[in-house]
């Protein structure tokens, strides 16, 4: 079992950065795939970015590429989402997830078993 808690969350003008954070309790995370997610008012729930148990290999949606990076601490049990160059279009709830599961198609929601309470990012144009 795994727990995870978001925060960092905030209002932030676009253009603007913001820098969330995952505490993760119970396990070492250096078992899980972890990821972030987002959903906005009216969507569904969609893939941010990803890396790998080691921290070696990361995946990202194609438009925050460049503008968001996500990094794990091991020893901490923690793991971040840096986010430069914010856009209105980034606004919503983000969730923290840890997978189980080796590394392939960590894009995919339904491999991550644990789940945080998200924290909500919104972007101001």
């Known amino acids: 079992q795994v727990q995870l808690v978001e925060s960092g969350g905030g209002l932030v003008q676009a253009g603007g950065s913001l820098k969330l954070s995952c505490a993760a309790s119970?396990?070492?995370?250096?078992?899980?795939?972890m990821g972030w997610f987002r959903q906005a008012p009216g969507k569904e729930r969609e893939f941010v970015a990803a890396?790998?148990?080691?921290?070696?290999?990361?995946s990202y949606l194609d438009s925050v590429k460049g503008r968001f990076t996500i990094s794990k601490d091991n020893a901490k049990y923690m793991v971040y989402l840096q986010m430069n160059s914010l856009k209105p279009e980034d606004t919503a709830v983000y969730y923290c997830?840890?997978?189980?599961?080796?590394?392939?198609?960590?894009?995919?929601?339904?491999?991550?078993?644990?789940w945080g309470q998200g924290t909500q990012v919104t972007v101001s144009s």
């Open positions: 119970g396990r070492t995370l250096s078992n899980y795939v």
């Open positions: 997830a840890a997978s189980p599961l080796l590394w392939g198609a960590p894009m995919k929601a339904l491999r991550y078993d644990y």
């Open positions: 890396v790998s148990r080691s921290g070696t290999m990361t």
